[in-house]
C-alpha cells in the first residue's frame, strides 16, 4: 500500500469519527469496478442532506481525481426491533374476549426513537376474593282449598332447597262459604303464605389482569446505507500533432477551459437516492442552469444543487435559475446544497 493510500484511510477515519458525532458513519471507501471507487455511509434519514454534501465533493485516490457519479440508498435491517409492553387493571372478568374488548387487542406504541403497532400475545390474570354479604330472600307459596284446620296447621319453618325459610305472613280470604241457620259461613280459604331466611351471599371475585403486548417497531427517523459512486474525471488531452506556437493561444485555451468548467453540480433524486445529471458552469453574467436534454434520464420532480465554494462565496443570497424546456424556475442560494422541485 502507498503513502497516499495511507494517507486517503487516515482521513476516512478522522471523517468517520465526526460523521458519527452528527448522527451518520462512513463504513467504507472500496475499489468496486477497475478506477471506480464507492463509499458506504450510514445515517439517519434527517442527516441526509449533510452526508450528501460532504460526500459529493470530488475526491483524490492515488493522484487521481474522482467526481460523484450518483447516491443510492437502501433502508437499514437495523430500523426495526421487537419490543414488548403491558397493560395492567383491576376488572371484574376473566373472560378473554371481554378481556379484549376492554384493552383493545392492538397498542400503538412510541418513544422517542420507534413507534409501532403491537398484538396481543399473552394475558394473565390473579383472582381477588371481595368476601360476603347478607341478603334477605322471601319465598311466597300460593294455596287454595285450604279449610279452617288447614290454616291452623300452616307450618312455622320450611326447608326449601336444603334451607331453612320461617313463616312471617300468612295473607289468607274466603274462597269458598256455605249456609248454616241462614248464615255466611266460611269454608274453604286461598291465599299466600309468606317465609323468609337471611342468606350469606358471595360477593362477585374481581380479576387483576396483565396483557402482554409483543410485535416489531421501527425506528422515527429511518436509518439508510447511503452508496456513493465516484468515477475518474477524465480530461481531454490536446493532440500531439497540433503543437500550440504561439504562447498566447495556449493561455487562451487554458483560460476557455477554466471558465468552461462547472462550478455547480446537479442530481436528480429517485428511489434509490441520488442520480448525478452534470456539472454546469454559473457566474454573474449566466445564471441559468439549462436541463432540458437530461429530461429522459430523470426519475422525479426533485433535483439537488452542490454548488462550489468560490462561486457560493461570490452568489450568497442571490438567485439563479433552473431551465427546463421554456420553463425556468428561480433558485436562492442560502446554502451550497439546496434541493428544489420543480
Known sequence: ?????????????????????NGYVEIDTIEYEKKRFKTIVEGNFSEENKIIEAFSKDIQIDGIMYTTESIEKTKSNSNFKEKTDQKQELLNTNNHEEIKKHFGEMLYYEDSNYKGELKITDIKFETITQGTYEEVDEKKIEFTGYSQNDLNQILKEKKINNTTYYLINVDW??????????????????????????????????????????????????????????????????????????????????TLLLFLKGN???????????????????????????????????????????????????????????????????????????????
Do not use: H, W
Not at 500500500?1 to 458525532?21: E, G, T
Not at 259461613?185 to 350469606?200: D, E, S
Not at 422525479?300 to 452542490?306: A, V
Not at 439563479?320 to 446544497?337: D, E, M, P, S
Open 1 to 21: 500500500m502507498n503513502v497516499k493510500r495511507i494517507v486517503l484511510l487516515l482521513i476516512v477515519a478522522l471523517f468517520s469519527i465526526q460523521y458519527q458525532v
Open 264 to 342: 455547480v453540480k446537479v442530481y436528480n433524486k429517485n428511489t434509490k437516492g441520488f442520480k448525478y445529471l452534470g456539472k454546469f458552469k454559473i457566474n454573474e453574467k449566466n445564471k441559468v442552469i439549462d436541463i432540458t436534454k437530461y429530461q429522459n434520464k430523470v426519475n422525479s420532480n426533485i433535483y439537488s444543487l452542490k454548488i462550489n465554494k468560490k462561486l457560493y462565496e461570490k452568489m450568497k443570497n442571490k438567485l439563479i435559475y433552473i431551465k427546463i424546456g421554456k420553463f425556468k424556475k428561480q433558485v436562492y442560494i442560502n446554502n451550497r446544497y439546496i434541493e428544489i422541485i420543480i
Open 173 to 254: 280470604q274466603v274462597e269458598d262459604t256455605e249456609t248454616i241457620d241462614n248464615q255466611e259461613i266460611p269454608k274453604k280459604y286461598k291465599g299466600v303464605m309468606i317465609y323468609q331466611t337471611i342468606l350469606n351471599k358471595k360477593n362477585p371475585d374481581k380479576y387483576n389482569v396483565i396483557v402482554t403486548y409483543s410485535g416489531e417497531v421501527e425506528r422515527i427517523d429511518p436509518i439508510y446505507n447511503y452508496s456513493i459512486y465516484y468515477t475518474p474525471i477524465t480530461i481531454d488531452k490536446p493532440k500531439e500533432t497540433i503543437p500550440i506556437i504561439i504562447s498566447g493561444i495556449g493561455i487562451g485555451i487554458l
